[in-house]
């Protein structure tokens, strides 16, 4: 026992002799002292966090190898020596190169240090178990939600002012890649549903939220004055606060940059990330262009697009080079059905754009590439914008849009699902999540989303229309009808309820009652012109199956001006009129209209050359249905590599040649081969198949392939474009027999 402790305290006095207790002090201060010095400076050059946790580890590493040195070698004025045992220590004489293994085992003890610590934080970076941990980790990104300021002054004029400083925030927030802005949308909804701010706040936790800035304008005898604070939701605390005092109301706008850096510090984010002050200054120097721009913003999130057209129209009309005023206007323009408009709006942002921060110069190329329905061009830019700012929910939205627009649908369902999850609050993110869950067949799967849609947005006549389009595909009619006509009960100018309600009067035979129904809306001048021109093209090609052509022809040439302002449906128009007068036998005519919409329709023409083929078929010219052939094979590859519809659609053409030909045989093989290809048909390809095989001799499959296409088949997969040629397919089965 008694040489137990004497060895204790020679040990003892061996660690103060070797001054292991200060040099490990030296080094915990150094350390710390570092790490700290560290934490302030890696930020502003961008560190994520891995080089900070990479020092945190070295210093523990280095904790032992300190020890170890301490303990092997001594400085004394003569230099590094090993370290003697003292005299009359007791213990037996080492070798010469006894300090040899403690050496040797210093790096290994710091391995193993240095990998306990860094698995230890990898695993807080994973977890978060305490506040602590939770709040001090760097991979955490905020969400921050920025309100308009609220107007105390009692003046009426201030009332846009809020919105217009919050905007700028908005944007200026939205151009850093450390932190997701929530969008205004979310925000408008935000401050609709929870008008007391404490409500607000556990709104937005709940939601995912962790940072919101609020802020008032004040009256003061010395002028106006401007507060903002920053709430940390998590922590429930303010976390940065500032006060502009003196202010005239022109300068109200000018403290936007001082906001933004505001909640830039308090988060954290890099020094290196400038604040843009262009807009602000812009906004400063056309103060009423911007109040209408901020005005007509607000219409535009509400969906009343005419209001927020005449709005960004004034903003344009007071500030000519207002870019992002030029782009907002046509998106109202687009939606309302004025591509042409649009288009020309988009050259002139693009023109006036080149001082605008990356992300809007970005924004107004994509939307250029989406009117003009380049949607390859489009998909890139908006993906590209994702990939630089990967939480900018208008960009998802929009290439969800351009998806949806080359039918793919499940392509587009996963973007609409990362906007439900970004914001679970987003109606028209359920709203496209229940669509295309309904355009995909999945007809289960699509009621979780609407159940959720209709609590969210009851009053929304689309949230109606998606559930009568779940009974339509369910051939449930008489459920479906309810729904539609609820839908036009909250906006009677709802086209598409109209179209749907006229498709089940196909459905239950009552053609006249359908063509009726959609001519009414079509001729309605009170109807936004993206639903009359929808209306007409279906009334037109029911009145074709008809055969009533003469009144299909008259009701486009009369909505003529709306096709041409609209764009997107104009080369359909076209070609209805060059199918009547191709069955009128007018071909001159019937080319020069097939032309006009192969040259004139913003797209992919494949549908348009394949009505050219055919009034060239009838003509007698192989070597122009050739050329026409070239054409279509010309064109460029579609997205989906299995998407075959230009080969498709050249082997229903060669069958139609050949059976102009009377090569019965070549024409069965061709039309086999067109049907069994994966694509989309713009004709009913098993008719001219059953021709092919009565002229081969072949009645009995003549007669099955007749049948087959005069088959409307599920509500899903009803086309108006097809009516002509089901009931010629019925006619010739019931000659067939």
């Known amino acids: 026992m008694t040489g137990g402790f004497a060895a204790l305290r020679t040990f003892w006095d061996d660690l103060k002799r070797r001054r292991l207790f200060r040099a490990g002090a030296l080094y915990a201060v150094a350390a710390w002292a570092l790490t700290e010095a560290a934490s302030i400076v890696l930020p502003a050059f961008g560190d994520t966090g891995v080089v900070m946790r990479a020092l945190i580890v070295a210093a523990f590493a280095g904790f032992p190898v300190v020890l170890v040195l301490a303990w092997v070698f001594d400085v004394s004025p ?55 941990t939770r709040q001090m980790r760097t991979d955490e990104l905020a969400v921050v939600a920025v309100l308009p300021l609220e107007n105390l002054t009692g003046r009426k004029d201030l009332d846009w002012a809020g919105a ?9 927030l939205s151009q850093s890649r450390y932190l997701a802005v929530v969008s205004a949308a979310w925000t408008m909804r935000l ?11 556990v709104a937005a936790a709940d939601a995912g939220i962790s940072h919101v800035l609020t802020g008032e304008i004040l009256r003061t005898a010395k002028g106006l004055t401007i507060t903002a604070r920053l709430t940390d939701l998590r922590r429930n605390m303010e976390v940065g606060a500032n006060r502009h005092e003196s202010l005239t109301p022109e300068e109200v706008i000018g403290i936007s940059p001082s906001i933004t850096t505001l909640i830039k510090q308090s988060l954290g984010v890099p020094g290196t990330e400038k604040v843009d002050v262009f807009a602000t200054d812009f906004a400063t120097r056309n103060l009423a262009a911007y109040e209408a721009f901020v005005v007509g913003m607000q219409n535009f999130l509400a969906f009343d697009y005419t209001a927020a057209r005449q709005l960004f129209a004034v903003a344009v009309d007071k500030a000519p080079d207002f870019a992002m005023a030029r782009y907002r206007l046509a998106h109202a323009l687009a939606a309302l059905g004025d591509t042409a408009s649009a288009l020309e709006q988009i050259g002139a942002a693009r023109k006036d754009g080149h001082r605008l921060s990356p992300r809007e110069q970005a924004y107004i190329a994509a939307g250029g590439s989406y009117f003009a329905r380049d949607y390859s ?54 709203s496209s999540v229940a669509d295309l869950n309904l355009k995909l067949g999945r007809y289960d799967a699509a009621v979780e989303p609407l159940d959720r849609l209709v609590l969210l947005a009851p009053l929304n006549p689309n949230t109606h229309f998606l559930v009568g389009d779940l009974h339509f595909f369910r051939q449930e009619f008489e459920l479906a009808v309810p729904a539609y006509q609820k839908a036009l009960e909250l906006d009677p100018s709802f086209g598409e309820a109209i179209q749907r309600l006229a498709q089940i009067d196909v459905f239950r035979g009552r053609l006249a009652a359908a063509i009726a129904r959609l001519r009414k809306i079509a001729e309605a001048v009170d109807t936004p012109p993206t639903h009359r021109t929808t209306a007409a093209i279906d009334a037109a090609q029911l009145l074709r199956a008809d055969g009533r052509c003469r009144e299909a022809e008259e009701l486009l040439i009369a909505l003529a001006p709306q096709f041409e302002a609209e764009k997107i449906t104009e080369g359909l128009a ?17 080319l020069r209209l097939a032309q006009a919409a192969v040259t004139g329709f913003p797209g992919r023409p494949t549908r348009y050359l394949l009505t050219r083929g055919l009034v060239e078929i009838e003509i007698g010219d192989r070597a122009a249905v050739e050329k026409t052939v070239r054409d279509i094979q010309a064109l460029p590859a579609r997205p989906d590599p299995e998407d075959r519809t230009e080969q498709k659609t050249v082997d229903y053409l060669a069958g139609l040649l050949a059976l102009r030909e009377r090569d019965a045989a070549a024409a069965v093989k061709r039309l086999q081969a067109a049907i069994e290809a994966k694509g989309r048909p713009f004709d009913v390809y098993e008719l001219a198949l059953a021709r092919a095989l009565a002229a081969s001799g072949d009645q009995r499959a003549a007669r099955e392939a007749a049948r087959h296409a005069a088959d409307r088949g599920k509500p899903a997969d009803f086309d108006a474009e097809f009516e002509t040629g089901r009931r010629q397919a019925a006619k010739l089965a019931a000659e067939l027999g």
């Open 78 to 132: 003569a230099g590094i020596e090993v370290t003697q045992d003292s005299v009359g220590s007791g213990r037996p004489r080492r070798s010469r190169h006894w300090w040899v293994r403690p050496l040797i085992a210093a790096p290994v003890l710091a391995a193993l240090v240095g990998g306990t610590v860094w698995l230890w934080t990898a695993r807080l970076a994973d977890t978060g178990e305490s506040e602590f």
């Open 164 to 172: 217009g400083v919050a905007t700028l925030v908005r944007d200026g």
């Open 191 to 201: 401050t609709g549903q929870a008008p007391k701010i404490e409500d607000l706040f």
């Open 377 to 430: 061009a489009a998909e890139r830019q908006y993906r590209d914008l994702l990939k630089d700012y990967p939480y900018e929910s208008e960009a998802r939205a929009l290439l969800l849009y351009v998806l949806y627009g080359q039918r793919r649908y499940e392509e587009a369902l996963v973007e609409a699902e990362a906007l439900v999850s970004q914001d679970p609050g987003d109606e028209t993110a359920w």
């Open 574 to 590: 076209l070609s209805i009129r060059a199918r009547c007068r191709l069955e009128a036998s007018d071909l001159p005519e019937a």
